[in-house]
């Protein structure tokens, strides 16, 4: 039916909704012990853990470029040899011969490492022990502060770093005059050498390892090299207010000040062999202004309330509040700041000109850190910018979309020497900060590498739906012609190549094929029981390939370009191998129905045709949404930390508000960093994901599943409250997106939608539905205008 629409402002409804408008803050009241208990700044490229000790304060830097290693060829020209024989034992059943193959000859150099650059240290003198102490992250301007009590005199510091300004920006004040004294001094876990250059600036000159080690059994740990490697630099500039100051080799020292100011700025090569370094003349307060004005304008777009709010639990510190939460899940103000916490730390590890967040954002105390911290594009990459579209932050996608454009462009070259192509391009599932798209594993001779994650050369074809849903919510013309679509082609071109025609069915398949990171059992010929990883058309693999054809073909209409290769695509796509139900009523991994060595194992790639794709929609394809039901129950709700993340999502998409809701819980359960021996995913507590150990995804990943459960729009309508749990049956949203460039507010009462307002950014059709009802409001909408609808 066709709505009559009202230009409405949205913003003067919303911001008298209860609990809009609030700080958002994670508090403590005692310093970080480890660095899970830290709290995390960042601009996008510079980001520091701030430990929060009164006397002896830690700043742990890092700065996104910095990483191991330098360009080089990583493509192996034996990959494309082997591969019809690797095929070959496929199709003949010997998948362990096929592993043997693709092993001993497909194989490449493993990735770089992302590196810690520095720690800024503050040295407070003091004949007393401090007392009264309190810490807090204030995600709704990104400040963090310091409050304690020394003999009776109360100091504060506040800390940010500016993305205008590209500065890391301290101030230290107390409520008593010729009270700050302090010493500041740097180092680094990398080779450096520290200066004072003048009697307030302290300068870090130091060199990035040209190799870091993947495995412990390496003989090659860390290796510096004269002429290879980053270089970089850290300066410290002290501005005091009263008080004398003065500096040795490798100190500053400031007395009786009355405040302090220090500004931190970090660089390095990995774009310019001449390093600079930001030098800001502006005050304190300007500084301050501008930080705030430029996160704000990101950060206040979106504003959630789950209900009438848990005041008593605000007023317990952040850590004891999610232990709370892990025994008596009730608590969904903490639901809110987590939501809110993931679209912090995602404008903090990513913002325009920058790298993309790797696995951990761009926070890393470790030259060896777990994966090396790298760019996992299996799922982990993925699903950090999950959230940008659909939580209104598009710009923060832009660092990966730019990543994408070099990958394109080394992965033209992987493909036609790993795999003789002459057209398209591929990378597979690790990449670092120099593009790397061929295969890892560590050659042949690693004993730990394996096909089941080395083989897999479908990465390109997932990060390409990134391009077209940035397309599909903002509805740039330009950027679908200039950038995505180009790219799309490419990876399209390379499947083209890729899919191998069955011969005893004529449908398009992929060989070899993996479900990443796991592996299954069969019977071999001689009737010996194998345990393998390599076989044929992966439930992913065809979910992946349906997805990129799809987004293609719709991309080539848009644009009125490549009508004979749109047919193609087409054509393949018509004939592609479908996905397939097992025994279990369950949706099949493989090609056949093997027997599971991990029946609950952390990946459920064969899901993806349910998300992120839009293959299956439950509405119309009840028989595949099952399968997809009965996927998750035999999975079991457990699992890293990330895993938890998906299975919101999945949740989310087959409708099941309280079992999205269950997953969410499950990754909030609290996990102590501080015992040796931790299993299972959950919350630090700084709220950062326990893999374990510490991975952002699963941050970006419950953000996204919390938007997927409000809001829906893949299946060419806006679908409002499609998976609301039983306890969140009164709330309010403003500011999240849907396809077709549309903006939403809405509140509802008693799982109802009692107002609601549609912003449309680019005019055209808006199609909305609530909850379960098919029932469907049509509105013809104007670019810029404001919607309210019953």
């Known amino acids: 039916?066709?709505?009559?629409?009202?230009?409405?402002?949205?913003?003067?409804?919303?911001?008298?909704?209860?609990?809009?408008?609030?700080?958002?803050?994670?508090?403590?009241?005692?310093?970080?012990?480890?660095?899970?208990?830290?709290?995390?700044?960042?601009?996008?490229?510079?980001?520091?853990?701030?430990?929060?000790?009164?006397?002896?304060?830690?700043?742990?830097?890092?700065?996104?470029?910095?990483?191991?290693?330098?360009?080089?060829?990583?493509?192996?020209?034996?990959?494309?040899?082997?591969?019809?024989?690797?095929?070959?034992?496929?199709?003949?059943?010997?998948?362990?011969?096929?592993?043997?193959?693709?092993?001993?000859?497909?194989?490449?150099?493993?990735?770089?490492?992302?590196?810690?650059?520095?720690?800024?240290?503050?040295?407070?003198?003091?004949q007393k022990q401090p007392k009264n102490i309190y810490r807090d992250l204030n995600i709704s301007n990104a400040t963090a502060t310091v409050k304690y009590e020394v003999d009776g005199v109360r100091f504060r510091r506040t800390s940010f770093i500016s993305y205008p300004d590209q500065v890391m920006v301290v101030k230290l004040e107390a409520d008593k005059k010729q009270s700050v004294s302090l010493d500041v001094q740097l180092n680094s876990l990398l080779h450096y050498?520290?200066?004072?250059?003048?009697?307030?600036?302290?300068l870090l000159d130091g060199k990035a390892p040209s190799y870091v080690a993947n495995r412990d059994y390496d003989p090659r740990?860390?290796?510096?090299?004269?002429?290879?490697?980053?270089?970089?630099?850290?300066?410290?500039?002290?501005?005091?207010?009263?008080?004398?100051?003065?500096?040795?080799?490798?100190?500053?020292?400031?007395?009786?000040?009355?405040?302090?100011?220090?500004?931190?700025?970090?660089?390095?090569d990995f774009h310019q062999p001449k390093i600079e370094l930001s030098d800001s003349k502006r005050s304190y307060e300007e500084?301050?202004?501008?930080?705030?004005?430029?996160?704000?304008?990101?950060?206040?777009?979106?504003?959630l309330s789950l209900g009438k709010g848990t005041p008593k639990k605000e007023k317990l510190p952040t850590n004891l509040r999610v232990k709370q939460f892990s025994s008596a899940p009730s608590d969904n103000g903490l639901l809110e700041l987590y939501y809110q916490y993931g679209r912090y730390l995602m404008i903090a590890s990513s913002r325009p000109g920058g790298l993309p967040a790797?696995?951990?954002?761009?926070?890393?105390?470790?030259?060896?850190?777990?994966?090396?911290?790298?760019?996992?594009?299996?799922?982990?990459?993925?699903?950090?910018?999950?959230?940008?579209?659909?939580?209104?932050?598009?710009?923060?996608?832009?660092?990966?979309?730019?990543?994408?454009?070099?990958?394109?462009?080394?992965?033209?070259?992987?493909?036609?020497?790993?795999?003789?192509?002459?057209?398209?391009?591929?990378?597979?599932?690790?990449?670092?900060?120099?593009?790397?798209?061929?295969?890892?594993?560590?050659?042949?001779?690693?004993?730990?590498?394996?096909?089941?994650?080395?083989?897999?050369?479908?990465?390109?074809?997932?990060?390409?739906?990134?391009?077209?849903?940035?397309?599909?919510?903002?509805?740039?013309?330009?950027?679908?012609?200039?950038?995505?679509?180009?790219?799309?082609?490419g990876a399209a071109e390379f499947l083209l190549q890729w899919l191998q025609k069955d011969p005893q069915t004529g449908k398009w398949i992929t060989n070899p094929s993996t479900s990443p990171e796991n592996r299954f059992r069969y019977t071999d010929k001689n009737g010996?029981?194998?345990?393998?990883?390599?076989?044929?058309?992966?439930?992913?693999?065809?979910?992946?390939?349906?997805?990129?054809?799809?987004?293609?073909?719709?991309a080539s209409r848009i644009l009125n370009t490549d009508i004979a290769f749109r047919k193609q695509l087409e054509e393949v796509r018509a004939d592609l191998q479908p996905l397939r139900i097992g025994s279990k009523g369950q949706l099949l991994e493989w090609e056949k129905e093997f027997e599971e060595i991990d029946p609950q194992h952390r990946h459920v790639s064969h899901l993806f045709a349910l998300h992120p794709g839009k293959q299956i929609i439950p509405e119309k394809d009840i028989e595949l949404a099952d399968a997809c039901r009965r996927t998750l129950q035999l999975r079991g709700d457990g699992g890293t930390g990330w895993a938890m993340a998906w299975k919101i999502n999945f949740w989310a998409r087959l409708h099941d508000g309280n079992h999205a809701l269950l997953m969410l819980q499950n990754g909030l359960k609290y996990v102590d960093a501080t015992q040796v021996s931790i299993k299972g995913g959950g919350t630090y507590a700084n709220l950062f994901d326990a893999h374990p150990p510490f991975q952002i995804d699963g941050n970006f990943g419950a953000t996204a599943g919390i938007t997927e459960m409000l809001l829906q729009s893949h299946a060419g309508y806006i679908h409002l409250l499609p998976a609301l749990p039983d306890n969140w049956q009164e709330g309010s949203i403003r500011g999240i997106r849907a396809r077709g460039g549309f903006t939403i507010d809405m509140e509802w009462k008693k799982g109802k939608i009692s107002r609601l307002s549609v912003t449309s950014n680019l005019g055209g059709t808006c199609r909305i539905r609530e909850g379960f009802s098919k029932e469907e409001q049509v509105i013809?909408?104007?670019?810029?205008?404001?919607?309210?609808?019953?």
Not at 287 to 303: G, S
Not at 528 to 554: P, Y
Not at 780 to 790: A, D, N, P, Q, V
Request: aromatic fraction near 12%; glycine fraction near 8%.
């Open 1 to 126: 039916m066709k709505v009559k629409s009202l230009l409405f402002s949205g913003w003067m409804f919303f911001s008298a909704v209860a609990g809009f408008g609030k700080d958002y803050k994670l508090w403590y009241d005692a310093p970080a012990t480890v660095w899970e208990e830290a709290l995390p700044l960042g601009n996008g490229r510079i980001g520091a853990m701030v430990y929060g000790n009164p006397l002896h304060e830690i700043y742990q830097l890092n700065e996104e470029t910095l990483w191991s290693g330098y360009p080089q060829d990583c493509d192996n020209p034996k990959a494309a040899e082997v591969l019809p024989s690797v095929r070959k034992a496929v199709n003949q059943g010997d998948y362990v011969r096929a592993s043997a193959l693709w092993k001993a000859n497909a194989q490449g150099p493993y990735t770089a490492r992302y590196l810690p650059m520095a720690n800024l240290m503050l040295f407070q003198p003091a």
């Open 193 to 202: 050498q520290v200066r004072a250059t003048d009697r307030n600036i302290l």
């Open 221 to 268: 740990q860390v290796i510096y090299h004269n002429q290879l490697g980053l270089k970089f630099k850290v300066q410290v500039k002290l501005l005091p207010k009263g008080g004398t100051y003065a500096s040795n080799d490798s100190i500053l020292s400031i007395r009786n000040a009355d405040e302090v100011v220090l500004l931190l700025s970090a660089a390095t």
């Open 287 to 303: 500084l301050m202004d501008r930080h705030t004005a430029d996160y704000r304008q990101l950060f206040d777009r979106v504003e």
């Open 358 to 489: 790797n696995l951990q954002g761009i926070w890393n105390p470790l030259v060896q850190p777990p994966w090396g911290s790298n760019y996992t594009t299996n799922i982990n990459t993925e699903m950090n910018y999950w959230l940008t579209e659909t939580a209104n932050l598009p710009e923060c996608f832009l660092p990966l979309s730019d990543f994408i454009q070099r990958l394109a462009v080394n992965g033209a070259r992987t493909a036609r020497i790993n795999y003789g192509m002459e057209r398209g391009w591929l990378a597979h599932h690790n990449s670092d900060a120099w593009a790397q798209t061929a295969p890892t594993g560590g050659y042949e001779t690693d004993p730990k590498g394996s096909p089941r994650w080395s083989c897999w050369p479908m990465a390109g074809v997932w990060l390409c739906q990134h391009l077209w849903e940035h397309y599909a919510f903002g509805g740039d013309r330009t950027y679908l012609s200039q950038t995505a679509y180009p790219i799309m082609k």
């Open 528 to 554: 010996v029981t194998q345990d393998a990883e390599l076989s044929r058309s992966s439930g992913m693999d065809l979910g992946l390939t349906w997805d990129l054809l799809t987004n293609c073909i719709e």
């Open 780 to 790: 013809e909408t104007k670019k810029g205008e404001t919607y309210s609808l019953k």
